[in-house]
């Protein structure tokens, strides 16, 4: 459907669709009035459950005694492996990811078994009485060492184009390297819980905070060995998700569920922080190890990446993280003769998951960290090496994967952020800085971002949504898009108020639930307005088609001259209201409800040669970071940003800058603060905020200047010529970390590059100092 036909641009006057409205929960937020899962009343009768899970990483279990656990006051009962009447599995791509582990034990947190109580401390309490008989094995948990030893839990990807080793071998110079890259926890506000409501005849009715809904609904259906039709998942929303909540909620609903159908009474289940980050997966953490040959501008002639990526125990989403992480590594540059690797590699620790970037980030700082190091060792200006390289008529549009980069804002987002951040001026003042303050250092960096919109799996792109008009003019709206405070719901419900010219508070938002649309896709990969919003548009705009027809003949002129605005409905001088026109609509038969099925057009993917159309757009944006490092404790602070992200035509301005700033913020935490250390038996150390720093109010630089790229719509036909806007920004964030490498490389000058790991603690910083230093000391 063409969204800018003549009839639509007619009627839809964009007097919703476009302006910076509040999100629908904002208040009830503020006042803690929004409900979640945890704040609604319980039913009578309800059990609590809680996990017994594996103290060590790596084990076999020969059984385990519950009799302690059951003798506790209030306990209803101990479900493990052998419970399950259905299949025991919750592998979100692949089977064998058992939601009980059986016998083997890989990693720490591994879910063991399910206790049941009247309270959740009774539960939680009974579950640590569980004795469990465990023989333990040595736990691999370094991915070098995993990849040495060839473990890994799925085949290698690769994307290639050209011949690399060849023009690396021919290039005037060649560089190679090594980059770790950290993982990071979701840390969402809300962990993970289920609310299990069994119904009659085996029906089961589960609340939880999930950015899938169907895959609850199906994974529960399994479990308990009934048909998806038995099943309805329900979710009003979560406390944040970041990709944490997409594939690894099916566990929690899964056990609360099979408690619900053991005892016929509802279950809630939810985690405490320690078990939260103990137990579930995070950001994929990853070895880099590139080499690249190139001119002697700093031109890439050749790049060979081989990327080395905590999968964990199991394969969960790993295989697609990965292949984002190798579309993803040219970011802004064309590479005419490309080898990049990707190694699923198998250690004992939970199994890694989405994450926001869904592997983007690691591919993208891995070029950002190459191309900084080519210009650093050949004494160019990095932003200058960039620009030599940016996909363009000089260089090609082509990308490695296949798929032509079109609509290229590369040098227009690029040139108004150096602009806006007063980039040659700042530089002139810091280098004067640096040459005069021996202790405090100061950096400066500038990075861009092209981010690749739509699921890795083509099937993923569909999405439904239904709408009813009732007879006072009220809407009624549902679509398969979860709500995790990222705003989705009120910018598709300004798409369904768009369409009919009513205002906002006329359209009812409401739970996203399996029983009303079916087959949802996972809110994820910046699809959510996109996919939901488009089968909005479209179901509302089938309604006002023949509610249309309805106003034509009521007046006696022709389809034209019917004009939906402010609530009624106008024939030249004449009209009547909206609410009006649906009791017409009603009186003549007229149906005033539709369900609609939106699928993304032109893309296609070739998984096996790892070639294709994957996305349906690009999405640009680009950052500059300023920031302060103090080179005798390490400590970093991020002084000032300026960002200009492209959004095409957005569909609330406000939502989205929202969604750049916390984006932004959430990327420099992960480079910057966030480190996640197991010790050497693979028992995961930082399990809470005393040991895991995310970035808080005072790291948000003071300086923060944040702004969308003006009357740029996209080329392609998305709802109202927008562009995604949940993932992109993070990447923004890597202008951070080249900043604090900018500010470390003043320190012993040009033509050195720093060895700087990610994220850059304190730690890490001085480390990448003392490598600089070494070699002066050494020389004299």
Not at 536 to 556: C, Y
Not at 557 to 573: P, S, Y
Not at 660 to 687: N, P, S
């Amino acid at each position: 459907m063409n969204i800018e036909n003549p009839h639509q641009a007619k009627t839809v006057q964009r007097s919703i669709v476009g302006r910076g409205i509040a999100h629908d929960s904002a208040a009830r937020h503020v006042a803690g009035e929004a409900t979640y899962i945890d704040d609604m009343p319980e039913l009578p009768g309800t059990l609590h459950a809680a996990f017994v899970l594996s103290p060590v990483a790596h084990g076999r279990l020969r059984g385990f005694d519950a009799s302690a656990a059951l003798a506790v006051t209030g306990v209803a009962g101990v479900w493990s492996a052998a419970d399950v009447p259905g299949i025991n599995d919750v592998g979100p791509v692949f089977p064998g990811e058992p939601l009980f582990a059986e016998e083997l034990l890989d990693h720490e947190g591994r879910v063991i078994a399910v206790v049941a109580a009247d309270s959740f401390e009774a539960a939680y309490r009974a579950a640590r009485l569980v004795k469990l008989d465990i023989e333990e094995l040595p736990a691999v948990v370094d991915v070098e060492a995993a990849h040495a030893a060839k473990s890994y839990v799925l085949p290698p990807q690769t994307v290639s184009e050209g011949d690399a080793a060849g023009a690396i071998a021919a290039a005037p110079h060649v560089f190679s390297g090594k980059l770790r890259m950290g993982g990071q926890d979701h840390f969402y506000l809300e962990t993970h819980i289920a609310y299990a409501i069994p119904g009659e005849g085996g029906d089961m009715l589960v609340h939880s905070s999930t950015q899938h809904p169907t895959e609850v609904q199906h994974h529960v259906a399994h479990l308990l060995g009934l048909h998806a039709n038995a099943v309805e998942c329900q979710v009003r929303r979560m406390g944040g998700g970041f990709g944490g909540k997409e594939s690894q909620s099916t566990i929690i609903a899964g056990a609360a569920a099979l408690v619900a159908a053991k005892t016929g009474r509802p279950c809630k289940l939810r985690l405490k922080r320690r078990d939260d980050m103990a137990g579930t997966g995070k950001r994929h953490d990853y070895v880099a190890i590139w080499k690249a040959g190139t001119d002697n501008r700093g031109r890439i002639l050749g790049l060979e990446v081989e990327y080395l990526a905590r999968a964990g125990n199991l394969p969960d989403l790993t295989g697609a993280v990965i292949t984002r992480t190798l579309t993803h590594t040219d970011n802004s540059y064309f590479i005419a003769n490309a080898h990049f690797v990707g190694h699923a590699c198998k250690t004992n620790t939970v199994s890694n998951t989405a994450f926001r970037g869904f592997g983007g980030p690691q591919g993208i700082l891995t070029i950002e960290a190459i191309i900084d190091t080519v210009a650093r060792e050949l004494g160019h200006d990095p932003n200058d090496v960039r620009r030599i390289n940016y996909y363009g008529d000089e260089t090609g549009d082509m990308t490695p994967y296949g798929q032509k980069v079109e609509d290229n804002r590369l040098i227009e987002v690029t040139d108004a952020v150096l602009a806006s951040a007063f980039w040659q001026e700042r530089r002139r003042e810091i280098d004067e800085y640096n040459a005069a303050s021996p202790i405090i250092r100061r950096g400066l960096a500038m990075m861009p971002v092209k981010f690749g919109i739509s699921f890795n799996l083509t099937s993923l792109n569909q999405a439904g949504a239904l709408v009813h008009v009732y007879l006072d003019g009220s809407i009624f709206l549902n679509h398969g898009g979860t709500e995790m405070g990222q705003g989705l719901f009120v910018k598709v419900a300004q798409v369904v108020a768009e369409v009919f010219q009513v205002d906002l508070d006329m359209v009812k938002i409401s739970s996203t639930a399996t029983g009303k649309v079916p087959n949802t896709s996972a809110t994820a990969a910046s699809t959510g307005s996109d996919l939901n919003g488009m089968a909005a548009f479209k179901a509302a705009t089938a309604i006002r088609t023949r509610m249309t027809d309805v106003a034509a003949e009521h007046f006696g002129v022709t389809q034209e001259e019917i004009v939906f605005r402010e609530g009624r409905v106008h024939a030249g001088n004449e009209s009547i209201s909206f609410g009006e026109l649906a009791k017409m609509a009603w009186a003549k038969r007229v149906q005033l409800s539709e369900a609609a099925h939106y699928a993304t057009p032109k893309i296609h993917w070739d998984g096996k040669a790892m070639k294709g159309r994957p996305f349906f757009y690009f999405t640009y944006g680009a950052a500059v970071a300023e920031v302060a490092v103090d080179t005798l404790t390490g400590e970093t602070r991020c002084l000032r940003a300026d960002i200009l992200q492209d959004v095409g035509s957005p569909l609330n301005p406000a939502i989205d800058l929202g969604q750049i700033e916390g984006a932004f913020v959430q990327g420099m935490g992960w480079l910057t603060c966030e480190e996640l250390w197991w010790d050497g038996k693979g028992r995961l150390r930082t399990v809470g905020p005393s040991t895991y720093k995310i970035p808080g109010s005072r790291d948000v630089p003071p300086q923060f200047n944040v702004r969308i790229l003006d009357n740029a719509p996209n080329r392609e036909e998305t709802i109202f010529r927008s562009k995604a806007i949940g993932e992109p920004p993070l990447m923004l964030g890597i202008s951070v970390w080249l900043a604090i490498r900018d500010a470390i490389a003043s320190i012993a000058g040009k033509g050195v590059a720093p060895e700087l790991d990610a994220p850059a603690t304190p730690e890490n910083v001085l480390r990448a100092i003392t490598r600089l230093e070494a070699p002066a000391e050494a020389a004299s």
